[in-house]
T-cell receptor, first 110, second 115 residues
Framework: KNEVEQSPQNLTAQEGEFITINCSYS?????LHWLQQHPGGGIVSLFMLSSGKKKHGRLIATINIQEKHSSLHITASHPRDSAVYICAVRRTGANSKLTFGKGITLSVRP | NAGVTQTPKFQVLKTGQSMTLQCAQDMNHEYMSWYRQDPGMGLRLIHY???????DQGEVPNGYNVSRSTTEDFPLRLLSAAPSQTSVYFCASSYTLTRRGGELFFGEGSRLTVL
């Protein structure tokens, strides 16, 4: 079983819909990252979370440490939100390394 | 700020050739790392460094070497390229590994094809 699991595998939405992407992990962590990768593009950091909730524009990220689960919400989705969304966790411990989920491909149709 | 600069963006090699992927950051970040991204798999850590003169192996280090002689630069060397090393490579950095300053910055990626 992978240490970081993302769901759903792929997601298609209509413009304007509210979207939720989930990430579950099975190890102790010091932080969780949400990343965005556009087709053929580089990777951009959206959020780094260690507890609670963060909001940036139409994006909201939450984390529940006890349940080892995080969600990324996109409100009023737009075709430009079409991208791969990657969850990564930084494990606790010295020189802790990042473990990545496989990513979710989101397609938002106009 | 240039952020994380990664070169080249594209490279085609023949089996057995060697090459170096360059990565430089101008943010005074302590932590730098190299990943490879393959279809259907998450990013996998090749090597990482927590400061100048300090490097360590990640999940898939075989066939790759790194060095960190300065804070700014973290080159990745392919010693004898193999078709299995065909992939997209990303360099990433962060100020620290702790909660504060742990935001990740990625290079634009290098697409390597080994024939």
């Amino acid at each position: 079983k992978n240490e970081v699991e993302q769901s759903p595998q792929n997601l298609t939405a209509q413009e304007g819909e509210f979207i939720t992407i989930n990430c579950s992990y099975s190890v102790g962590i010091s932080a969780l990252h949400w990343l965005q990768q556009h087709p053929g593009g580089g990777i951009v950091s959206l959020f780094m979370l260690s507890s609670g909730k963060k909001k940036h524009g139409r994006l909201i990220a939450t984390i529940n440490i006890q349940e080892k689960h995080s969600s990324l919400h996109i409100t009023a989705s737009h075709p430009r939100d079409s991208a791969v969304y990657i969850c990564a966790v930084r494990r606790t411990g010295a020189n802790s390394k990042l473990t990545f989920g496989k990513g979710i491909t989101l397609s938002v149709r106009p | 700020n240039a952020g994380v600069t990664q070169t080249p963006k594209f490279q085609v090699l023949k089996t057995g050739q060697s090459m170096t992927l360059q990565c430089a950051q101008d943010m005074n970040h302590e932590y730098m790392s190299w990943y490879r991204q393959d279809p259907g798999m998450g990013l996998r850590l090749i090597h990482y460094s927590v400061g100048a003169g300090i490097t360590d192996q990640g999940e898939v280090p075989n066939g790759y070497n790194v060095s960190r002689s300065t804070t700014e630069d973290f080159p990745l060397r392919l010693l004898s390229a193999a078709p299995s090393q065909t992939s997209v490579y990303f360099c990433a950095s962060s100020y620290t590994l702790t909660r504060r300053g742990g935001e990740l910055f990625f290079g634009e990626g290098s697409r390597l094809t080994v024939l």
